[in-house]
T-cell receptor
Framework: GAGVSQSPSNKVTEKGKDVELRCDPISGHTALYWYRQSLGQGLEFLIYFQGNSAPDKSGLPSDRFSAERTGGSVSTLTIQRTQQEDSAVYLC??????????????FGPGTRLTVL | AQKITQTQPGMFVQEKEAVTLDCTYDTSDPSYGLFWYKQPSSGEMIFLIYQGSYDQQNATEGRYSLNFQKARKSANLVISASQLGDSAMYFCAMREPQGAQKLVFGQGTRLTINP
């Protein structure tokens, strides 16, 4: 498929455990975003990667959250020592560099994280 | 800072009717982009339509059109001839003009199409 893919689609974990969420952007898209969607906070920006530039981490809520992007493609969002307030849907989006794609972020299906 | 306001938490519309979903925005930047996304119960955010702040004409994409009123800072989504499959959450979003160009989202409107 040509769209953004994310895995797993659902993740249930126990409080205190670490989790890794994966995002595969649209091929050729250099910009990659992570957002979090929760009932109380709506949709929030977490982190942004663009090519080889340093990521914009300004939206990460705490130092338990980190993300990396290997080879300019796949990205992994890691949450350490998960807390119940981390329960949310984590959405990944990518953006291209030409034409209207420079403006539009295309989203993946999301990972629903539940922390018990 | 950018802000998006969607004042309609929920809307109910009869099938085949047109529906307008409201969105107002606030920004001090002269250059910005406005988006509408649809989120069905499956959870995926589906891009619908885009309007740039310097675009002279209202954007249209099939049954979707954007009623862009710059002076009023509104960017309402119009869906013509609604279908049952249009039932979903709809989010209005603004793109930051600089830096990460992240999206700032409104709280969303839940649209229900009745048969």
């Amino acid at each position: 498929g040509a769209g953004v893919s994310q895995s797993p689609s659902n993740k249930v974990t126990e409080k205190g455990k670490d989790v890794e969420l994966r995002c595969d952007p649209i091929s050729g898209h250099t910009a990659l975003y992570w957002y979090r969607q929760s009932l109380g906070q709506g949709l929030e920006f977490l982190i942004y990667f663009q090519g080889n530039s340093a990521p914009d981490k300004s939206g990460l809520p705490s130092d338990r959250f980190s993300a990396e992007r290997t080879g300019g493609s796949v990205s992994t969002l890691t949450i350490q020592r998960t807390q119940q307030e981390d329960s949310a849907v984590y959405l990944c989006a990518s953006r291209g560099i030409q034409g209207q794609e420079t403006d539009t972020q295309y989203f993946g299906p999301g990972t629903r994280l539940t922390v018990l | 800072a950018q802000k998006i306001t969607q004042t309609q938490p929920g809307m109910f519309v009869q099938e085949k009717e047109a529906v307008t979903l409201d969105c107002t925005y606030d920004t001090s930047d002269p250059s910005y982009g406005l988006f509408w996304y649809k989120q069905p119960s499956s959870g995926e955010m589906i891009f619908l339509i885009y309007q740039g702040s310097y675009d002279q004409q209202n954007a249209t994409e099939g049954r979707y059109s954007l009623n862009f009123q710059k002076a009023r800072k509104s960017a309402n989504l119009v869906i013509s001839a609604s279908q049952l499959g249009d039932s979903a959450m709809y989010f209005c979003a603004m793109r930051e003009p600089q830096g990460a160009q992240k999206l700032v989202f409104g709280q969303g409107t839940r649209l229900t199409i009745n048969p």
